[in-house]
């Protein structure tokens, strides 16, 4: 199959190749224009695939090829699986009436021990064996007649090998048939004896032996029964009837289910009873049946699909218990549905080709007239408005150039007006620019002489503003120090009260501060105490544990007393019951306080602990305590001289606010004189910023206007519109 699909795109690929030929062809017949040719062969195609033709010839492609192939390979698909399906059903009915018809053959074969089972002559023969005295002449005598008799059955039936009777002891009683002497042999070991017996006069079916089982060269399978007299019901013997194997391989011979089919008769153990090959008699067969389907009932078939992909049918045999097993390839079952998988290659083949010339076809009538278009609006967006595209087609392609043939047109006259118009604002802007030029420099004249005007009389408003807005400055300034003069003196004066108070609170601090250190001390002595005595619990909790496990012992030793006085010693037994109970429930009372104790006990461990990180704290407290006291007694000594000097500084302030409050109302007069003189100074100096801001944005204007006008032509130069 891989080997076909190469060939399938060799051909594909050839096909492709001959298409572009043909197209490169019928775009050289069809040249019309010779400047649009030009214009056509001036553009290279970097990157085919991107172009619109090359898609849609692509797409074409791709869609009817991958239908065709989709299509193909689904029908080639069901059909195996409609093949596989019928061969499979036609398999399993064949091997189910070919499984019924071996059961015939079988039910003749066992039926032949049958006869030889219940008939009367062979009974009393087999019943008198054991009165006879070996080697007499009634023992050769019987030994005759029952030879003779078991050749009546042999030459009856002419599958029969070899007639065998044993006693039930394994004692060889007679042979007839082509096998070797056995006298004298005993077989009471023998597997196949031991099977016979154990089936009780049931027929025994004994799978194939490649030398059969009276030592002869051929293989045979054989029947095994146990004889039993009908008047009697007692054992008279054991029957061996062999068979040839021919006689299994014609009827597997009979069944044909196809090319490359096998079948083959197999036992319990998946080893051949029967097969077309005699040198795989018990040999392991080549499938193999698993256990479900070796546990069917007699009369069963099926059929499945093994992993060598090979397809399996099977019949459980109703008399003999084999089962006959016939396997094919499924490829040879699916032969007939390559035909359908070649048919697919072909029509895709062809598929190909139609799909081919109708891509390269599209591909022309569209994309050649687009690159054709693409390629002159490139020409226009380099300049050349003359270009046209003058198509005549009517379809969606032919309006577009068209379209474009009209836009070029008019942004073409476009071009011409606009080319006029700059040519006019040129002339206007080059003589507006010498008369802003004029009017600048009178402007900027006026502005100087403006400005030095203005100068001196901002500087004059601006310090006599500055000297007013100091003196107003420095006379908020002695008002803020008037009164924070004040605070400062109520402030220090509470201080010095706060001073003392916290000496005083600092020395009974310190007293309560040793009392709690020594409280803490007698509290770690009481925590270690109390750990002292939790220990002393824990040893009572664990002699009283002791002790309910005694009692529990004392009330099973109780109990087992109990049991062995009896009836005497039931209520004995309650009471010891209930003791142990008790014991039990002291023993869960004594854990759970031992439980508690534990806890209690961690607990003073991590109060210790506590108590143990906090005397250091405290230690470091009480040093901290003294020092602050030592501190406020400072503090009370210092703010009784700052007091002192408070007050002297006091008077200071007082005499410097009244010669503050003088200088502030001259320099108010001469603030308002100086805003007079630069509000008119600045007035003038605006008017003429302004009149010079006006004549340099004129200049800059017609600067601006003529560079446009310069550059607005130099654009129109680049088209070409004659």
């Known amino acids: 199959m891989k080997e076909k699909l190469r060939n399938l795109f060799s051909s594909l690929s050839r096909s492709v190749k001959s298409g572009k030929t043909a197209f490169d062809k019928m775009g050289t017949n069809q040249e019309g224009d010779n400047k649009q040719s030009q214009i056509f062969k001036q553009v290279r195609f970097e990157n085919p695939v991107k172009s619109v033709g090359m898609k849609l010839f692509l797409m074409f492609f791709i869609s009817i090829l991958l239908f065709v192939l989709v299509v193909g390979m689904v029908s080639y698909q ?27 053959v079988f039910q003749t074969l066992e039926d032949t021990t049958l006869q030889i089972m219940l008939d009367k002559e062979i009974q009393d023969l087999l019943a008198a064996v054991p009165n006879i005295k070996s080697g007499s002449y009634e023992s050769l005598e019987s030994s005759r007649k029952i030879t003779d008799k078991l050749n009546v059955f042999l030459f009856a039936n002419k599958n029969i090998k070899s007639l065998q009777l044993y006693e039930t002891g394994g004692k060889l009683i007679n042979m007839v048939g082509n096998s070797t002497s056995l006298s004298g042999a005993n077989v009471s070991g023998e597997a196949w004896f031991k099977q016979t017996m154990e089936n009780n006069g049931k027929a025994s079916w004994l799978d194939t032996k490649e030398k059969g089982y009276s030592g002869g060269t051929a293989s045979s399978f054989a029947i095994g029964r146990v004889l039993k007299n009908t008047t009697t019901s007692n054992n008279s013997g054991i029957l061996l009837i062999e068979f040839g194997t021919e006689v299994l391989v014609n ?50 078939s099926g059929s499945f699909e093994n992993a060598d992909r090979r397809m399996v049918a099977y019949y459980k045999t109703k008399i003999s218990g084999w089962n006959l097993v016939a396997h094919m390839p499924v490829s040879s079952l699916v032969k007939d549905a390559d035909k359908i998988f070649n048919f697919t290659l072909i029509i895709a083949l062809v598929a190909s080709l139609i799909a081919t010339l109708i891509g390269l076809f599209v591909a022309r009538s569209i994309g ?5 278009l693409r390629n002159l609006m490139q020409q226009g967006a380099k300049g ?8 005549q087609s ?59 005007i203005s100068n001196g009389a901002a500087g004059l408003a601006t310090e006599s503003e500055r000297g007013n807005e100091l003196t107003q400055h420095i006379g908020a300034r002695m008002k803020k120090v008037i009164e924070a003069n004040l605070e400062m003196g109520t402030s220090a004066a509470d201080v010095q009260s706060s001073s003392e108070q916290g000496t005083r609170y600092m020395s009974e601090l310190i007293s309560k501060t040793n009392l709690t250190e020594e409280m803490i001390r007698s509290m770690v002595e009481k925590v270690d105490n109390l750990k002292e005595s939790t220990r002393s619990i824990r040893k009572i909790l664990d002699m009283l544990n002791n002790m309910t496990k005694q009692t529990n012992i004392l009330s099973l030793n109780a109990t087992i007393e109990a049991a062995r006085a009896g009836a005497a010693g039931k209520g004995f037994m309650v009471v010891a019951d209930e003791i142990r109970k008790l014991a039990d429930q002291s023993r869960q009372s004594i854990d759970i306080v031992g439980q508690i104790t534990e806890t209690i006990q961690k607990e003073i461990d991590e109060t210790v602990k506590v108590l143990s ?54 320099m108010t007069n001469v603030s308002a004189v100086a805003e007079q003189s630069l509000a008119t100074s600045e007035e003038v100096a605006s008017l003429s910023s302004e009149q010079l801001s006006i004549s340099d944005g004129l200049v800059k204007l017609s600067d601006q206007l003529e560079h446009l006008s310069n550059s607005l032509k130099d654009t129109l130069s680049k088209f070409e519109v004659e």
């Open 78 to 104: 069901l059909s195996k699986g409609v093949i596989k399906e019928k061969v499979s059903v036609g398999s399993q009915q064949t091997i189910t009436q070919a499984g019924k018809k071996l059961d015939f």
């Open 251 to 300: 009827e597997i011979g009979a069944i044909n289910l196809g090319p490359e089919s096998e079948v083959g008769i197999t036992n319990a153990t998946n080893k051949y009873i029967a097969t077309a090959n005699n040198a795989n008699l018990e040999k392991a067969a080549k499938i193999q049946l698993t256990k479900e389907e070796l546990a069917l009932a007699p009369g069963t």
């Open 368 to 372: 050649r007239p687009l690159v054709l």
């Open 384 to 391: 050349n408005l003359t270009v046209r595209a003058n198509y």
């Open 394 to 452: 009517q379809d969606e392609i032919g309006q577009l150039g068209k379209s474009f043939d009209v836009m070029m047109q008019q942004i073409t006259g476009l071009v011409q007006q606009t080319r006029l118009s700059a040519q006019l604002v040129l002339e206007t802007a080059g003589e507006l620019t010498n008369s802003s030029k004029t009017t600048a420099i009178a402007a900027r004249e006026i502005a100087t002489a403006t400005d030095e």
């Open 613 to 666: 990180n906090a005397t250091p704290i405290f230690q470091e407290q009480i040093q901290s305590v003294k020092e602050a006291d030592t501190i406020f007694k400072q503090v009370t000594t210092h703010m009784s001289g700052f007091i002192e000097q408070l007050s002297t500084v006091s008077d200071s302030i007082s005499t410097l606010d009244q010669s503050q409050i003088v200088l502030s109302d001259a």
